[in-house]
């Protein structure tokens, strides 16, 4: 099981995840959402660590340029976009870092996931899908959508489970089954306070699926 711990904005808490051998890191670089990494977290600090975990910068309407700035600051391995982005803006990112591209998700079991997806499929890496919220928020609304309607869908593509996923999530993961489901992503359920995991329950949480 492939793990993604979202919303990381302290260097000790990434060093931590690391030694867990999570997989892949979230720094959001969305001023309005409370994990904001801001000046929380250094760009020199981050490209000399000798890290085997991927850094996922987090955006959500980005200028092109903002995101080259931040790729090259961080040193980023993937970068996830989380607003309106054209497929355009992804091909021609792809050219340099791996991409991830966001979908939110309503409980509207009606919606068509593939047709949703079918623009971005040549130009982007894997997709992620979140729990849509109120018109103003992308993401971290710690409530999960109905995973059935996944299920549905052919995707044909790797893909981030998010949303609300906690602690006692362990079973409803393991049973879940799509053929390109790829890794979760968790983040709001693991806090001790916005940005600050809780790195105990990260750890049971990963003992879950041995």
Not at 75 to 80: A, E, W
Not at 196 to 207: G, N, T, W
Request: aromatic share 12%; net charge negative.
């Amino acid at each position: 099981m492939n793990i993604k711990v979202c919303g990381i904005t302290q260097f000790k808490q990434l060093q931590q995840l690391e030694a867990l051998n999570i997989d892949y890191a979230g720094l959001i670089f969305y001023k309005d959402s409370p994990r904001y990494m801001g000046e929380k977290l250094s760009g020199k600090q981050l490209k000399e660590a000798d890290f085997d975990i991927k850094k996922v910068g987090v955006f959500v309407n980005p200028t092109y340029s903002e995101l080259l700035d931040a790729i090259d600051e961080y040193g980023l391995d993937i970068v996830q976009l989380h607003g309106n982005e054209t497929p355009e803006m992804c091909e021609e990112l792809s050219a340099e870092v791996e991409v991830i591209k966001a979908f939110r998700i309503a409980g509207d079991e009606s919606i068509n996931i593939d047709e949703m997806v079918m623009p971005y499929d040549a130009v982007c890496d894997f997709y992620l899908f979140d729990t849509a919220g109120l018109k103003e928020s992308f993401g971290g609304t710690g409530q999960q959508f109905d995973w059935k309607i996944l299920k549905k869908a052919k995707i044909e593509k790797p893909f981030f489970l998010s949303g609300g996923i906690g602690p006692d999530d362990v079973q409803k993961v393991r049973s879940f089954s799509h053929p390109d489901f790829f890794a979760i992503d968790i983040n709001s359920k693991f806090e001790i306070s916005p940005g600050v995991k809780d790195m105990a329950a990260i750890l049971k949480f990963l003992q879950g699926f041995k």
